[in-house]
């Protein structure tokens, strides 16, 4: 039977879109389908002392998250991941820095209304973000960031794990064999963290 796997992504996050880069891997070699949801470094550092360059991220952060949230509204969750593709695309390999640029482009490539754009300079959509934001990190704590993953493990209890923080993506049976470690790993009651230094940028190709 296909178990569904939550991911939890804020378009922003490198980290965020090298897992879910995996996650799509993952769906290819083993029985899961993924569920994808927004959560948001902004809201999750709303408050925080930030030094001066990541308050300006934050600041443009909202956006992304902002436009997935109306769209899915919109359209339903079947716009999810085709936006945060095209904007994924754009803002990492791509590289790009102009979010509302990226934000307009992506809109287009995924066949939804360019008006859509408006809703990232505004709150009208912000307690259905938030909401989204807690679900996902109601599950792990607030000391972690994005992805979020999470999947019923084999007594029914909700696993939900920040991670993995990998690049390259693994791709085919690599991809399923760390998904198969992470959700041992992460399935142990009483485990919280298995960690070692980053020494590398992520590798986007």
Not at 32 to 44: K, T
Request: glycine share 10%; with cysteine; net charge negative.
């Amino acid at each position: 039977m296909t178990t569904t796997a939550d991911f939890w992504f804020d378009p922003v996050c490198p980290w965020a879109w090298m897992a879910s880069r995996w996650m799509l891997e993952v769906e290819r070699v083993r029985d899961i389908q993924v569920r994808w949801n927004v959560m948001s470094l902004a809201v999750l550092n709303d408050g925080r002392e930030l030094p001066e360059e990541y308050v300006d991220l934050m600041r443009q952060a909202w956006k992304p998250v902002r436009v997935i949230i109306a769209a899915q509204q919109q359209r339903g969750d079947e716009v999810v991941l085709p936006l945060y593709t095209a904007m994924g695309e754009r803002i990492h390999p791509g590289g790009r820095k102009d979010v509302d640029a990226v934000i307009s482009e992506a809109l287009d490539v995924a066949g939804l209304p360019s008006e859509l754009a408006l809703i990232g300079d505004g709150d009208s959509v912000d307690v259905e973000l938030r909401a989204s934001h807690g679900r996902g990190i109601g599950l792990v704590g607030t000391d972690v960031g994005t992805p979020v993953i999470a999947v019923p493990g084999s007594d029914g209890r909700l696993i939900g794990f920040f991670g993995p923080v990998v690049t390259p993506a693994p791709k085919g049976e690599a991809a399923g064999r760390l998904w198969d470690g992470v959700l041992l790993v992460a399935g142990t009651p009483g485990f919280y963290e298995l960690k070692r230094t980053r020494t590398q940028d992520p590798i986007f190709a």
